[in-house]
């Protein structure tokens, strides 16, 4: 969902990398996508041991406009060791959700050492295993909260919620208070992540691509509930509605 949601929002090649069992499975049904099978651990996990990294996942990296890490990735050390690498080797804007996030919770300081920019895409929880936090403090105080982490760490933060917080490291701040119950299903946040992504590839500078993500994705799904029940709309819907947003 998140490479159809990239498709969808003006990204001209996608490459997609995954354990080579996986991209027969997902080639199947996103046929717009260039797959770049990666060797797999024996319980279906990118193995990223070897040359992998150097030989397949650096050359990708070099030549891409942004990179999306962390959507359907799951959680291992060969996760760990591959959003690692791309943190550090990317120069490109990259976009870490998900289990990109959960991976490098432990190791979070490894953001200090990206020279390119970087946008992230919490949900409370996530936010909480980043920060040490416990959720209940971090939704008592969501704005002051996303804004130090985004300024400690030189990255622009997206922390979803009803209220969407994004903030910049300059110290720009927006709030999306267009909550939408058709985007509380899971799959969602990887529709968001492709957009943005997407308009990051573009060439859009970080905070202003996440908050335009963050609107698109909103109007989308707002488009969709004057057509069915909010707690029927699909992710897949979304997408598929995303040119009605940008025919404006």
């Known amino acids: 969902m ?3 949601a990239a498709l969808r929002s003006g990204v001209g090649l996608y490459f997609a990398a995954a354990p080579v069992s996986a991209v027969r499975i997902i080639a199947a049904g996103l046929h717009e996508a260039v797959y770049v099978p990666l060797p797999e651990t024996s319980d279906g996990f990118a193995d ?3 040359d992998t990294l150097e030989n397949i996942v650096r050359p990708k990296l070099d030549s891409a406009s942004a ?3 962390g959507c359907g990735l799951g959680n291992s050390e060969n996760t760990r060791r591959l959003t690692e690498f791309v943190i550090r080797s990317a120069t490109c804007p990259v976009i870490i959700d998900a289990d990109g996030i959960n991976s490098i919770s432990a190791n979070i300081d490894v953001l200090k050492e990206r020279t390119g920019d970087t946008i992230l895409t919490p ?4 936010f909480s ?3 040490g936090v416990p959720v209940a403090e971090i939704q008592r105080n969501r704005l002051g909260m996303t804004s130090q982490f985004a300024m400690r760490y ?7 919620g009803a209220d969407t917080v994004i903030a910049s490291p300059d110290g720009r701040m927006c709030v999306n208070s267009g909550a939408c119950r058709g985007l509380s299903k899971g799959g969602s946040g990887d529709v968001l992540t492709g957009i943005i992504g997407a308009f990051a ?3 859009i ?3 202003r691509a996440a908050c335009a993500g963050v609107y698109c994705h909103w109007k989308a799904a707002d488009i969709l509930t004057h057509r069915m029940p909010a707690e029927s709309i699909l992710p897949t819907d979304v997408i598929a509605a995303l040119p009605e947003v940008y025919c404006g």
């Open 48 to 50: 990223v041991s070897g």
């Open 201 to 203: 590839a573009q060439g």
């Open 129 to 131: 295993r980043m920060t």
């Open 67 to 69: 990179v999306l890490v």
């Open 154 to 160: 030189g990255a622009t933060v997206l922390l979803k």
């Open 2 to 4: 998140c490479a159809q």
């Open 123 to 126: 949900h409370p929880l996530e």
């Open 205 to 207: 500078e970080p905070f």
